[in-house]
């Protein structure tokens, strides 16, 4: 399987193994054409005439010398047998070694040679001068280039550079590879991680995400798509509950009117009836008559709910001041509630929500009517504004019990109350309101200890 880090290695690998053998190759002749430029062997004939001349020099010296010395040209320096003790190391070595004549250098550095000349128990000394030509630099000079041949006979030069660069080259050319594969394996992971992640939510799973431990962009695509993924997840959740919403209001309009149509003849039946009672009984017909003109009009008031529930009203969006809509709601709502206690904390740069007015307003209305139903007499009732990003939060806190387990997993569905005289329309009528003004509202924890609602609305 071609995968990013698999191209990004025989990339980087066709990049760069044909340029290096090519420099290799270049480098490796440069190397062998200097190595071949070395003087070795000049220096080795040098050496070799060096030698050759400085023997010619001392045997025609030491011939001059022993010539002159026995035409009695040179006058020697006699070393008797009776101060043996005296002699200098170098006549008592010549003495000791049996020798008849021997020659050797002395002076500095070897510009003067001594002829020793054996005579009875003593030693005779002729010495002469070199003309200024020390031996000892000269020998020097010979011992240093006969040890640099013999190394470059030794050793294979052009064979050790050559193994040392070509090792040196493929050491430096893998540490590069090997810090290639690591960035190539950092780069890769993480949009194979992102790759995996679009095909788990392209298969339903909304929950899906990836990590995001990284500032770069490959960091801020994972954030992206995590932000992508939860706005599909809550997109679907609004997308099923619409779809619900749909079934619940066809049913809705279908039995309020099958139900309005019963109830209006009943009712007026009724009416005649206890208009005409007047003889024995007629009171008793009169309650009765009453109480089911009662109930006729209580089930018509349930009717006109479900009506209003399958009702789709148009909507007609416009920049709306939250805070002040807000604590207009309030200010209504806490003359019919004197024993509850309103409290507000408004956002202070006055957020501006873009959403139809009267859906905002039966919203709030229902919230605010719901948790002052749902608190004790003296409870609170808090109402927050948020403005953070794109969204405005609205806030509804209540100090009453909260909401149980048991409500919150069907709280906004039609049909369903949890409070006494409920018809179980106020929730999804304000969720459906919310989802047409182009928000959502979520059950959040509360902050006074009871039930705590969020209105999210597209800022103006």
């Not at 006979?153 to 050559?162: A, E, K, L, M, Q």
């Not at 619900?244 to 009724?270: C, D, F, G, Y």
């Amino acid at each position: 399987m071609s995968t990013l880090r698999t191209r990004l290695i025989l990339v980087f690998m066709a990049a760069t193994l044909a340029p290096l053998c090519l420099i290799g190759w270049l480098s490796v002749r440069l190397l062998n054409y200097s190595l071949a430029l070395a003087p070795t062997a000049e220096l080795d004939q040098v050496s070799r005439s060096l030698e050759k001349t400085g023997h010619e020099l001392i045997r025609r010296a030491s011939d001059s010398l022993k010539q002159d010395a026995a035409a009695g040209r040179v006058l020697p320096q006699a070393f008797p047998a009776a101060t043996r003790a005296n002699w200098p190391p170098a006549v008592q070595e010549f003495f000791s070694s049996g020798e008849t004549e021997n020659f050797i250098l002395t002076g500095h550095q070897g510009d003067r040679i001594e002829y020793l000349l054996r005579r009875g128990d003593g030693v005779a000394m002729y010495t002469a001068s070199l003309n200024g030509i020390s031996m000892q630099p000269l020998s020097d000079q010979y011992s240093g280039a006969r040890a640099l041949v013999a190394a470059a006979g030794t050793h294979d030069w052009r064979r050790g550079f050559t193994y040392t660069y070509l090792l040196l080259a493929a050491a430096i050319w893998l540490v590069t590879f090997l810090a290639l594969f690591y960035f190539a394996q950092r780069i890769s992971h993480p949009i194979q991680e992102l790759t995996k992640g679009l095909s788990e939510v392209a298969t339903g799973h909304m929950d899906y995400r990836v990590p995001e431990g990284r500032n770069d962009e490959i960091g801020t695509a994972a954030r992206a798509f995590n932000n992508m993924a939860e706005e599909l997840k809550q997109s679907q959740e609004r997308l099923v509950y619409v779809t619900r919403l749909e079934s619940w209001q066809a049913l809705a309009r279908k039995m309020a009117h099958e139900v309005k149509n019963s109830l209006t003849p009943i009712r007026l039946t009724m009416e005649e009836i206890a208009a005409r009672q007047s003889g024995s009984g007629g009171e008793f017909y009169e309650q009765a008559a009453q109480i089911v003109v009662d109930e006729v009009l209580s089930l018509e008031r349930r009717v006109r709910a479900f009506s209003e529930f399958s009702a789709e009203p148009p909507v007609s969006p416009k920049p709306i001041d939250i805070n002040s809509l807000l604590e207009e709601r309030i200010a209504f709502l806490r003359t019919a509630h004197p024993e509850v206690v309103y409290s507000t904390r408004l956002a202070p740069d006055r957020p501006r929500v873009f959403a139809d007015e009267d859906l905002v307003k039966g919203v709030l209305t229902n919230l605010l009517e719901n948790a002052a139903q749902a608190v004790s007499p003296g409870g609170t009732v808090l109402g927050v504004t948020i403005s953070a990003g794109d969204k405005i939060t609205i806030e509804v806190h209540d100090s009453g019990p909260g909401v149980s387990l048991q409500a919150r997993s069907s709280l906004f569905q039609p049909s369903i109350s949890f409070k006494r005289g409920g018809m179980g329309l106020g929730l999804s009528i304000a969720r459906k309101s919310a989802l047409l003004a182009g928000g959502d509202i979520l059950l959040v924890p509360g902050e006074l200890g009871g039930a705590a609602f969020r209105v999210l609305l597209p800022v103006a």
